[in-house]
């Protein structure tokens, strides 16, 4: 998910895997850690068929998996990344990320599943929303202000997080992604091909930037 114009993600309140912690640095060891890849582009055939279960925890590869998704996703300017966004169809996604409240979330989550909210309890809230996917286009997304996704950390503890406003969006687009899906699913036809119309005009300036703050961080 592509962060909103203004977010900077740079507050010293902040919640990680979430709970409250004192402090979070602004360059995450994950992002140190990590390699940047490659971030695949709507049309992929693997953002568009569900991810598989994470069956192996405490694995090397899966750690190494989810420093790389943090390492892109700061280089993409992104607020999350879910992994078919760097071509594996595995069911984890990450994110980094200032909410309404000025409290930034850092963190991540292995075979999420979104609770199903009532529909006496559903209020949906009109917001611009992009994508790391889908290069440069934002368009407005009816989303729930409310999510909570349950699931597991990388070494398999069970995990609950729960969004409200923009971070609620970024829970219901991440976990979206997980099941082959994109915001631009969301759109009527008409709507769609105009973004994409947009995307393909821009995204070249969008690889160049990313390009560049990878070099700038080493990667």
């Given at each position: 998910m592509?962060?909103?114009?203004?977010?900077?993600?740079?507050?010293?309140?902040?919640?990680?895997?979430?709970?409250?912690?004192?402090?979070?640095?602004?360059?995450?060891?994950?992002?140190?850690?990590?390699?940047?890849?490659?971030?695949?582009v709507v049309g992929e055939e693997v953002l568009h068929?569900?991810?598989?279960?994470v069956t192996e925890f405490g694995t090397p590869e899966l750690a190494r998996l989810i420093d790389d998704m943090f390492a892109t996703n700061h280089v993409a300017e992104g607020a999350g990344l879910a992994a078919n966004q760097i071509g594996v169809d595995l069911r984890v996604f990450v994110w980094d990320m200032t909410d309404d409240w000025g409290v930034r979330h850092v963190g991540h989550i292995v075979n999420p599943v979104l609770d199903e909210v009532p529909a006496e309890r559903r209020r949906l809230v009109e917001e611009s929303e992009g994508c790391l996917s889908v290069p440069g286009p934002y368009?407005?997304?009816?989303?729930?202000?409310?999510?909570?996704?349950?699931?597991?950390?990388?070494?398999?503890?069970?995990?609950?997080?729960?969004?409200?406003?923009?971070?609620?969006?970024?829970?219901?687009?991440?976990?979206?992604?997980?099941?082959?899906?994109?915001?631009?699913?969301?759109?009527?036809?008409?709507?769609?091909?105009?973004?994409?119309?947009?995307?393909?005009?821009?995204?070249?300036?969008?690889?160049?930037?990313?390009?560049?703050?990878?070099?700038?961080?080493?990667?």
């Open positions: 592509a962060v909103r114009f203004g977010d900077t993600s740079r507050d010293r309140r902040a919640r990680v895997q979430g709970e409250p912690v004192d402090s979070c640095p602004r360059l995450l060891p994950e992002v140190e850690r990590g390699a940047v890849r490659r971030i695949t068929r569900p991810c598989r279960e368009r407005v997304v009816p989303r729930l202000d409310h999510a909570v996704v349950r699931g597991r950390d990388k070494d398999g503890a069970p995990l609950v997080i729960e969004g409200h406003g923009y971070f609620a969006r970024c829970l219901q687009h991440e976990t979206d992604h997980l099941r082959g899906h994109l915001y631009l699913d969301r759109l009527a036809a008409r709507e769609r091909r105009t973004a994409l119309r947009e995307m393909a005009e821009c995204k070249e300036e969008k690889f160049a930037r990313r390009a560049e703050l990878a070099a700038e961080l080493g990667k």
